[in-house]
């Protein structure tokens, strides 16, 4: 409910803190007064409507701000969906500001958190439905009404389960189109990962091999000139007459003489000797190399071969064999990946039948109860409808399917549609014999699935005699629409979430005697919901359990306007002024006694539940 509505520098408003009631809450006064401005409040805190040059002229900044209890579970947790934050924590208690500036800017803020407008309107759809602004009740989208129809039908367990295997049909069938989209690329990729993990597994490429046969062949070309300045080097140190060896003996000889008559030359003796030694020794290496050092054509074709070989494979895939065997790793992960794809759309093809088959089944049993439903809930309305004065009204709710299945039992929209083509098709007959079969036994063709099942619905609503029937949303007499929605909301009140309602122009063109009945069913309505209504007629007035007036003054020069709660004798003077006039006597006074004791025994008549939930006595707060 809407527990206090604050309106600060809006137009004429200056400053208003108005405290409503849980129940029925009137607003009158005065043509001109400002009524309609306090609704017009509403839609602007809720985002119904633009602010814009409503701000009051003089000023910087104006505010309206409404503190809400939201008791309901589900409407909380949908409410902290749209507002992308749990407001759980705030126990139901909701403070909707929106904020105007000069500049023609505003601001919104749930709770102190800031919120875009979008998401304002969002949260507004569960909280608040406004009866008189066309565009934006909640029960015109046909979307809101196949909910509202559910509820009635109580379907919503069924269409949960619907709705959830809907979302696993639609994965499955998306991924099914990617990688059926994907075929023809999947296997180009395929093949070529295969043949380039086959010509990388043909190169056996070895750890270490590149650089070993890179070496060899080095050798291998060079053979000549190693030979010959190896044998050149060998023999300068060994084999020579005067080579580097033979001296160095001679040198040694010496030395050891040397040694004996001075031994502190041991050190450099021994030196010579470890020369001599570590000499011959590199000789006898050197020999053995040379003895080894073979030239041999066909091994270096054969290394250059497989050097060749490599190289192309090491080129294409990465420069060494560590990347390109780290690259053979890579690409057989992606043949097992693509392996998968083609694994899974095998699989999800004979998933998606059986899945199909059952959202079918699920859909046609949705669709039965929400016809049956439909079958109860129109004579309702209708009734409804013609107690508030639209006796020759008709109410309907048309079913749209994509067509029908085998099987399954047609609408009574759709019965009479097929009897509207028998003479269509009886002509069809007589042109053409051949196509005798097919018309008169016309394959049927499956509906087409859709998020909320396999319907599409539409309330719509002949207001008058020879006036077609028409959608809700077309209806463009606002009081009409307003008596429809009341209808509408007295049968579902049970079952919808939506605890504010507001009604404007309910009592445009009726009298003194509808006003009271439809003053009675505002009242029985606001048993199941808060109820927020501008009238002029007293008859409906006397039935609010808080009378809220509207007033304009002017003051220093500048127009204000107030809103005032009205009780006791202050009630029963502006019920009077509302029945005669500015001309009150003991007769209107009396008139608007009896209207109130008469209100108070109807109502007495229609609530046979407690009112627990409603403060027991309202605290009235003029501003």
């Known amino acids: ?93 909701l403070l909707l500001t929106r904020r105007l500036y000069a500049s023609g800017r505003t601001s919104v803020s749930i709770n102190g958190n800031p919120i875009t407008l979008a998401m304002l309107k969002q949260v507004a759809e569960h909280l608040v439905d406004v009866h008189g602004q066309h565009d934006h009740q909640f ?56 043949f380039q993990v086959q010509e990388i597994d043909a190169a056996d490429i070895k750890s270490g091999e590149y650089e070993e046969l890179t070496g060899r062949e080095s050798v291998l070309r060079n053979i000549e000139k190693l030979k010959k300045d190896a044998t050149a080097i060998h023999s300068a140190l060994y084999e020579a007459d005067g080579s580097v060896l033979e001296r160095l003996r001679m040198m040694v000889g010496v030395i050891s003489e040397l040694a004996g008559l001075d031994p502190s030359l041991g050190n450099v003796l021994k030196g010579f000797k470890d020369s001599t030694i570590g000499l011959e020794e590199t000789a006898f290496d050197l020999n053995r190399y040379l003895d080894h050092l073979d030239h041999d054509p066909a091994e270096l074709a054969e290394v250059q071969e497989r050097l060749n070989g490599l190289n192309r494979i ?46 079918r089944q699920l859909g046609e049993k949705l669709s039965v109860m929400r016809q049956a439903a439909a079958k109860k809930l129109s004579p309702l309305i209708i ?40 003479p269509q098709i009886s002509n069809l007959k007589s042109e053409n014999s051949n196509s005798k079969s097919e018309i008169a036994n016309p394959k049927p063709q499956l509906p087409v699935l859709l998020p909320s099942g396999i319907d599409q619905i539409e309330f719509t609503a002949q207001t008058n005699p020879g006036q077609l029937a028409q959608p809700l949303r077309k209806i463009a007499s606002g009081g009409e629409l307003s008596r429809i929605m009341l209808a509408l909301k007295g049968i579902l009140a049970r079952t919808d979430r939506v605890s504010v309602l507001v009604f404007d122009e309910i009592d445009a063109n009726v009298g003194g005697r509808l006003g009271s009945i439809i003053g009675s ?64 006597t003991d007769t209107t006074r009396a008139q608007a006694r009896e209207l109130l004791d008469s209100a108070g025994a109807t109502s007495a008549s229609v609530s046979a539940e407690p009112k627990s939930r409603r403060p027991t006595k309202p605290v009235a707060r003029p501003t």
């Open 139 to 194: 029960l015109l989208k046909p979307a809101n009404q196949l909910d509202v129809l559910d509820q009635f039908a109580g379907a919503e367990g069924l269409r949960g389960e619907y709705g959830e295997l809907w979302t696993r049909f639609q994965d499955a069938r998306r991924r099914i189109d990617e990688l059926s989209a994907n075929r023809t690329l999947r296997q180009q990729q395929l093949d070529l990962y295969r």
């Open 521 to 584: 069913k505002l009242r029985e309505l606001s048993r199941h919901h808060q109820v927020l209504c501008i009238t002029h007629l007293p008859q409906i007035a006397s039935f609010a359990e808080r009378h809220l007036t509207v007033r304009k003054a002017v003051k220093d020069k500048q127009t204000q306007t107030t809103v005032r709660v009205m009780e006791g004798d202050e009630r029963i003077e502006e019920l009077a002024e509302m029945i005669g006039g500015q001309r009150i």
């Open 314 to 359: 090491l080129h294409k895939y990465g420069g060494t064999s560590a990347d390109a065997l780290a690259y053979r790793e890579e690409v057989a992960r992606k043949i097992a990946d693509l392996d998968k794809q083609t694994d899974d759309l095998s699989s999800l093809q004979k998933e998606i039948e059986p899945l199909e088959k059952k959202l």
């Open 383 to 422: 009734k409804s409808l013609g107690e508030l004065g639209m006796e020759k009204a008709v109410f309907s709710i048309e079913f749209t399917a994509g067509s029908l299945s085998e099987g399954r039992v047609p609408a009574a929209g759709a019965k009479s549609e097929i009897s509207n083509l028998k």
């Open 1 to 93: 409910m809407l527990r206090e509505l604050h309106i600060s520098n809006l137009a004429v408003i200056a400053d208003a803190r108005i405290e409503l009631h849980a129940g029925l809450n009137c607003f009158t006064g005065a043509t001109g007064a400002g009524k309609s401005l306090v609704i017009g409040a509403v839609e602007i805190l809720l985002g119904l409507r633009s602010p814009a040059e409503m701000l009051r002229p003089g000023v910087d900044e104006g505010r309206v701000s409404g503190v809400f209890d939201v008791r309901d579970k589900e409407t909380l947790r949908r409410v902290s969906a749209a507002a992308d934050m749990d407001l759980a924590a705030d126990a139901g208690e």
